[in-house]
C-alpha cells in the first residue's frame, strides 16, 4: 500500500458517495443509501475503481471515534444515569430475544445451535453511527427517544467487549471454560470501573486546564486540534489500555469534555471533519457486500432480516413499554434499533475465524446489514408517524419552539456589548451572550449571566445558543462574515428579530439580504453624532434635529429604514 492508494480511496470513496448521495437524494431516498451503493461501486465485487478495504475502514473509524465524541459532549451524565434503568435491561433482553430467535430459524437450516447464538448476539448489535445520524433528521437525538437508544447501544457496546473476550475461551477452552470466563469477566468489568474512574479525573482536572491553555491562545487551529487529539486519543487509549471499543472510549470522552464550558466549541470543532470521515464507514460497509451472495444465499439473508427488521424492534419496543415508558416512545426507539453495523461485524470476523460462522453467514449478516441501513431511516419516519402521542419533550416534526419576544442572543461582550447587555437586563430581558473570550465567559457566569464560551462562526453555535425559541439576535460585534451567520439565525428561526452591526458602509447591502431586520454602520452613525455636535448650540425643536438625523441616515443607508 503506498501514498497514492491512501490518497485514491480517500478522493475516490468521497466522490462515489457524493454522487450516490446526491442521487439518492433527488430520489427522495437517504443520503446513506448512495453511500452504500458507493461502497459496492468502489469494492471489490464489482468491476471498474476498487479501492483499499483497509484505507477505508481505517478513515471509517475515525468518522465512527468523531461521531461517538459528538453525541458524548450533549450526552449529560445525568440523562445517561436516567435512562440506565431502560438500557441495561432492555439491551439485555434484547440482545437474549435475539440470539434465541437467529438460533431457532437457523436450526431448521441445518445450522448448529452455538453457531446461530452467536450470529445472533452478533446482529443484536445496532449501528451507533446510523442511528445517531437517523435520529438527528428527525430532531429526535437530544430527546428521550434519542437518550434511551443511545444509551442502549453504549450498553450493547459493552456487551460486545464481553463476547470478543469470551468466544474464544468458551469455544477453545474445553472444560477449564467456565472458570476462564469467569475470571475474563471480572476483568471485564474491573477494566470498565477503570476507565471510567480515569474518564471522570480527566474530565474533572486535566481536560478543562489543558483546554484553558489552550484557548488563552486564541488559536482556533490549535483548538480544533486540541479537540482532536482527545477524541481520538482517549478513544485509542481506551481500547489499548482498558480492552473496551475504540467507539465506548470517545463516547465517555465525548461526556468528560462536555462537563467542562468547553463543550459546545468542542462539538462545532468536530463537526465538518466528522461528516466527511462518517460517510466513509458507510462506503466502508458498501464494500464488504458481494452481489451475488443475494442468489447465493437468499433464504439464510431473509432469516437474518426477519430477525432484524422484526424481531429486534418487537422485542425493544416491548421491553421499553414494559419498563414504563409510553408507546409513543417505544415504538420509536424500537424503530431506531432495526439494524445492524459496524460491531456486528467485529463480532462476526471473530466468530468467522473461530469456525463458528460460514462465508454463508457472513456474507447474510453484511447484506442484511446494508439492506437494514438503507431501510432504517424509512422504518424510523413510519414510526414516528404511527406513534398514537409524541413523547414528553418530543416536538412534533412541523413544529418548532415557539419565539419568546423576551429571550435575546447577544453574540460579542466588548464595549458595544456590554452596554446592550446592561440595558436589556434592565428590561428583564433573558440574555445568552456568545464570546470567544473565556475570561469574559467566567466572569459572566460567576455573575450569575448567562454565557456560551464558542465561535458564532462555527455551525452549531447558535443551536446551541437556544436560537430556535429566541426572540431576538444582536451582532454587537463586527464579526467576520457576518451576513452569513444572519443567513444561518433566519434558517433556524424565521421569526427572530436581528440586530446586526458593521464598520462600513459598504456592508449594509450583505447583512440586509441576508435577513437582518436593522443595521447599524459605524460610519453612518460616527457621522449622524458629529452632526448632531455640531448643531448642538442651535436652538432647534427636538422634532427638527430627529428630523435632521434620520433624514442624515436615509441618505446614508440609502433608505429610511435601517
Known amino acids: 500500500m503506498n501514498e497514492l492508494s491512501v490518497l485514491m480511496t480517500f478522493a475516490g470513496g468521497l466522490a462515489a458517495a457524493l454522487v450516490m448521495g446526491y442521487i439518492a437524494h433527488r430520489m427522495k431516498l437517504s443520503p446513506i443509501v448512495g453511500y452504500l451503493i458507493a461502497g459496492i461501486a468502489v469494492g471489490p465485487f464489482t468491476p471498474g475503481y476498487i479501492a483499499h478495504q483497509a484505507v477505508a475502514e481505517q478513515f471509517a473509524e475515525i468518522g465512527v471515534i468523531l461521531l461517538l465524541f459528538g453525541i458524548g459532549l450533549r450526552f449529560h451524565i445525568k440523562e445517561l444515569i436516567s435512562v440506565w434503568r431502560i438500557a441495561v435491561p432492555g439491551a439485555l433482553i434484547q440482545s437474549v430475544f435475539t440470539a434465541a430467535a437467529m438460533a431457532s430459524l437457523l436450526r431448521l437450516a441445518g445450522w448448529s445451535w452455538s453457531s446461530g447464538i452467536v450470529l445472533g448476539l452478533a446482529i443484536s448489535v445496532a449501528s451507533t453511527v446510523v442511528m445517531a445520524l437517523v435520529l438527528a433528521e428527525r430532531h429526535d437525538l437530544h430527546a428521550p427517544i434519542g437518550h434511551i437508544s443511545i444509551g442502549w447501544t453504549v450498553v450493547e457496546d459493552i456487551l460486545t467487549v464481553t463476547y470478543l473476550l469470551l468466544l474464544p475461551i468458551v469455544f477453545t477452552s474445553g472444560i477449564g471454560g467456565g472458570e476462564s470466563a469467569g475470571k475474563v469477566l471480572s476483568l471485564i468489568t474491573l477494566k470498565i470501573i477503570a476507565l471510567v474512574i480515569s474518564v471522570v479525573i480527566l474530565g474533572r482536572w486535566v481536560i478543562p486546564w489543558a483546554l484553558g491553555r489552550i484557548a488563552f491562545t486564541r488559536s482556533r487551529e490549535l483548538f480544533t486540534l486540541a479537540i482532536l487529539v482527545l477524541a481520538i486519543g482517549i478513544a485509542v487509549g481506551s481500547s489499548a489500555i482498558f480492552g473496551v471499543s475504540m467507539a465506548l472510549g470517545a463516547f465517555l470522552a465525548g461526556i468528560a469534555v462536555g462537563r467542562s464550558e468547553f463543550a459546545a466549541r468542542a462539538a462545532n470543532d468536530a463537526l465538518p471533519m466528522r461528516d466527511a470521515f462518517a460517510v466513509l464507514f458507510f462506503v466502508s460497509i458498501g464494500m464488504l457486500f458481494d452481489p451475488r451472495s443475494i442468489v447465493d444465499e437468499p433464504l439464510l439473508i431473509g432469516m437474518v432480516l426477519v430477525v432484524v427488521l422484526l424481531g429486534k424492534p418487537l422485542s425493544t419496543m ?8 409510553p408507546l409513543s416512545v417505544a415504538l420509536p426507539v424500537g424503530a431506531a434499533l432495526s439494524q445492524i453495523g459496524e460491531f456486528s461485524f467485529i463480532l462476526g470476523t471473530v466468530a468467522r475465524d473461530l469456525g463458528l460462522i ?21 422504518i424510523y419516519k413510519m414510526a414516528r408517524k404511527l406513534s398514537s402521542k409524541r413523547a414528553e419533550f418530543n416536538l412534533p416534526d412541523t413544529e418548532r419552539p415557539a419565539p419568546d419576544p423576551n429571550r435575546c442572543i447577544l453574540v460579542g461582550y466588548g464595549p458595544v456589548g456590554k452596554t446592550v447587555h446592561r440595558l436589556l437586563a434592565e428590561r428583564g430581558a433573558d440574555v445568552t451572550v456568545i464570546e470567544l473570550n473565556l475570561d469574559t465567559v467566567r466572569q459572566l457566569k460567576f455573575n450569575g449571566c448567562s454565557a456560551l464560551y464558542g465561535d458564532v462562526l462555527r455551525h452549531g453555535t447558535l443551536e446551541e445558543a437556544g436560537i430556535t425559541s429566541a426572540g431576538s439576535l444582536i451582532l454587537s460585534a463586527d464579526v467576520e462574515d457576518g451576513a452569513e451567520i444572519v443567513r444561518q439565525a433566519r434558517m433556524l428561526n424565521p421569526d427572530l428579530r436581528i440586530l446586526a452591526r458593521c464598520s462600513h458602509l459598504r456592508d449594509v447591502a450583505a447583512l440586509r439580504n441576508a435577513g437582518a431586520t436593522i443595521v447599524a454602520a459605524g460610519e453612518a452613525e460616527v457621522a449622524v453624532a458629529l452632526a448632531e455636535a455640531v448643531t448642538d448650540s442651535d436652538d432647534s425643536a427636538n422634532s427638527t434635529i430627529k428630523a435632521q438625523r434620520e433624514s442624515i441616515r436615509s441618505r446614508l443607508y440609502g433608505t429610511s429604514k435601517i
Not at 318 to 325: W, Y
Open 358 to 378: 460460514n462465508d454463508g453467514g457472513w456474507n447474510a449478516m453484511v447484506a442484511a446489514s446494508i439492506i437494514s441501513i438503507a431501510l432504517n431511516p424509512s
Open 318 to 325: 416491548l421491553t421499553v413499554k414494559i419498563l414504563g415508558r
